[in-house]
């Protein structure tokens, strides 16, 4: 059965997030994941921190496994809230913002887009940069 995130789409949503990294002068990493949050791509820009490979990653995998941006499972997990803690399940997930899922015209998600190496509001907008490439 071929992958539902085929390399060459993953690619077409790492190059618009990297183009959009690179107008807003910010080097950033950048991670595509399928459904299962497997890694398809992934690129480090020249000066992107290396702490954020693995943010990056982890965003991607994060919104796909969720099927929601990382801020919207950023938003249910504050203290108190209905998802508090769930950053600790599935060998960590990330809540903050920079994580788009992929989101085919049925509605099913076909993987994600995770960005880090900005500010929060940065990696967001490079990540909905990737996902609109989709």
Request: hydrophobic share 50%; aromatic share 2%; net charge negative.
């Amino acid at each position: 059965m071929p992958a539902r995130l085929a390399l060459a789409t993953a690619r077409q949503v790492l190059d618009a997030a990297l183009n959009r990294a690179l107008e807003i002068g910010q080097p950033m990493n950048v991670a595509v994941v399928d459904d299962g949050g497997h890694l398809v791509a992934f690129a480090r820009q020249d000066g992107a921190i290396l702490g954020s490979i693995d943010i990056a990653i982890r965003k991607a995998r994060t919104a796909a496994l969720m099927a929601m941006t990382t801020e919207q499972l950023g938003e249910s997990a504050v203290p108190g809230g209905p998802l508090y803690g769930i950053e600790v399940t599935n060998e960590g997930l990330v809540i903050f913002g920079g994580g788009v899922p992929l989101v085919e015209a049925g509605g099913e998600v076909a993987g994600a887009v995770g960005v880090s190496a900005g500010t929060v509001q940065e990696d967001i907008a490079v990540a909905q940069a990737g996902a609109d490439a989709f």
